[in-house]
C-alpha cells in the first residue's frame, strides 16, 4: 500500500482516511492548524503523520479536501510543492442552495483547480457523488470519475478500489463538469424524491 496525504481535515478527509487505513495505507494530515490534523489522527484512532501546511506532501497521491471556494487558492500556495503529484478533487460547486454551478460554463472545478497546478501535476476528480456520512459506512458503493492522465487515473482507480469502492472511470477531466453536477443532483434527489440524505448513486450492468 501507499501513503496518502491529505489537504484539509474535515469531515470528507475523515471519511476517506477512515477508509484508507483499514484499506492500509498509510496517511499524512495536513491542516492550516496542525491542532486540527492531530485531532482529525485522535478520532481516526491511528497514528497519522501530520504535515505542514504549504510545503511537499508525502504522499504521490494528495487528495484535496477542501471547500472549492478554498480550493484553487490552495492549490497556488502550493505551487511547486504538488509537482509530480496525482491530485484528487474532491470538492463540488454548487451555490449555497444547490440548485446552480457556480464555474462558468465550459469548465468545472478540476479544470480550474488543474490550471493552478504545476505542469507536472494530475487532477482528478473524484468522491465529489458521494456523500461524507455515506462513505463512512462500511458498505459498497461506486466513485465517479474523471482525468486526463491514463497513469494517475490507473493510481487513483486502484486507490478506491483499495478502499472496499468501485470505481467507474467516465472520461477525461472535461467531464468534471458534469460530475460536479450530480451534487445538486443528489442534494434535490434527498430532499424531494428519496425524503433521506441516506442515498448514494450506483450504476447497474444488466447480465
Do not use: C
Not at 484508507?20 to 499524512?28: C, L
Not at 490534523?37 to 504535515?51: I, R
Not at 503529484?85 to 479544470?111: C, E, R, Y
Request: net charge negative; aromatic share 6%.
Amino acid at each position: 500500500m501507499s501513503s496518502i496525504s491529505f489537504i484539509g481535515v474535515g469531515g470528507m478527509a475523515h471519511a476517506i482516511a477512515a477508509r484508507a487505513v483499514t484499506g492500509g495505507h498509510s496517511i499524512e494530515l495536513i491542516g492550516r492548524d496542525p491542532a486540527n490534523a492531530k485531532g482529525l489522527a485522535a478520532e481516526l484512532g491511528v497514528e497519522a503523520t501530520v504535515g505542514t501546511f504549504g510545503t511537499v506532501p508525502a504522499g504521490d497521491i494528495v487528495v484535496l479536501a477542501v471547500p472549492y471556494t478554498s480550493a484553487v487558492p490552495v492549490v497556488a500556495h502550493y505551487g511547486d510543492a504538488l509537482a509530480g503529484k496525482v491530485i484528487i478533487d474532491i470538492s463540488n460547486t454548487f451555490n449555497a442552495d444547490a440548485t446552480a454551478l457556480v464555474v462558468p460554463d465550459g469548465t468545472s472545478g478540476a479544470q480550474e483547480i488543474a490550471k493552478a497546478a504545476p505542469a507536472s501535476a494530475h487532477v482528478v476528480k473524484a468522491f465529489n457523488t458521494v456523500f461524507g456520512h455515506v462513505l463512512v459506512k462500511d458498505r459498497p458503493l461506486d466513485v465517479l470519475f474523471a482525468g486526463d492522465d491514463l497513469q494517475a487515473k490507473a493510481s487513483v482507480s486502484a486507490f478506491i478500489e483499495s478502499l472496499g469502492l468501485r470505481p467507474l472511470d467516465v472520461g477525461g477531466l472535461e467531464m468534471a463538469r458534469w460530475l460536479e453536477g450530480v451534487g445538486p443532483l443528489l442534494m434535490g434527489l434527498a430532499r424531494n424524491g428519496a425524503g433521506t440524505f441516506d442515498v448514494a448513486l450506483s450504476v447497474d450492468f444488466p447480465g
